[in-house]
């Protein structure tokens, strides 16, 4: 099987399986999901979830992050991974959009990517969840299912390099949704020290299935 007739039959699959799919981190407006995607570097979503009711009541928008101290923050994301850095990059943040971007997230990518705590991983996922673009985010679930699928090359060994390959070979309109597809693909089934093979669709196509 050609990598081409692989993502046929893997984009074929999960359009029929996952027509509607979106992320898991529960938000109600876009500086909220950008909170939620900062957070969960390196942290689950389900333990994101656990801490963002409280802290999107006390701090529902930018402009009343903007107003609070890293303190002030840092007490309701205790329990998240690197809890004092992430306190400091979201008080900075809300500052940033507050003042530069009337408290309103920006759509363009090196906007985001200025944006204290944001990196490129951070900006794919707000530009294709909130605005609708065709970017494809490279978390660690991305980058390995892409390469255990035979969608990506072993040189693709940057998440660069991923986003770059999937985005060649996965037609635009399906672009956001892969990101999602991929993701709970590798949280679910693909799982990182253990794959459940034996119960994957996909491994049919898989050129990895049953070697781990």
């Not at 979106?22 to 333990?47: G, P």
């Not at 906007?111 to 705590?117: D, K, R």
């Not at 390995?144 to 390099?161: C, F, I, M, Q």
Request: one cysteine or more; aromatic letters at 8%; proline letters at 5%.
């Amino acid at each position: 099987m050609t990598r081409k007739q692989r993502y046929e039959w893997i984009l074929d699959y999960f359009r029929d399986k996952m027509p509607e799919v979106q992320t898991e981190l529960n938000f109600a407006n876009d500086f909220q999901l950008l909170v939620a995607v900062i957070l969960s570097a390196q942290c689950t979503d389900k333990r994101i979830n656990q801490v963002t009711p409280e802290l999107f009541r006390r701090f529902p928008d930018a402009r009343s992050m903007a107003q609070a101290d890293e303190e002030d923050v840092l007490e309701y994301i205790k329990s998240v991974s690197y809890p004092n850095a992430k306190a400091d990059h979201l008080v900075k943040m809300a500052r940033m959009v507050a003042e530069q971007y009337g408290g309103e997230i920006p759509h363009d990518m090196d906007a985001l990517l200025s944006l204290p705590g944001v990196g490129r991983k951070t900006a794919n996922v707000v530009q294709s969840v909130a605005f609708g673009k065709a970017t494809l985010a490279v978390d660690t679930h991305v980058y390995r299912v892409s390469h255990r699928l035979g969608l990506v090359a072993e040189k693709d060994n940057t998440p660069y390099k991923v986003e770059q390959a999937l985005t060649k070979n996965i037609p635009e309109e399906d672009i956001p949704r892969a990101h999602h597809w991929l993701l709970l693909h590798g949280r679910y089934v693909c799982t990182s020290r253990k794959p459940h093979c034996e119960r994957c669709d996909l491994s049919v196509v898989c050129p990895s299935a049953g070697r781990s």
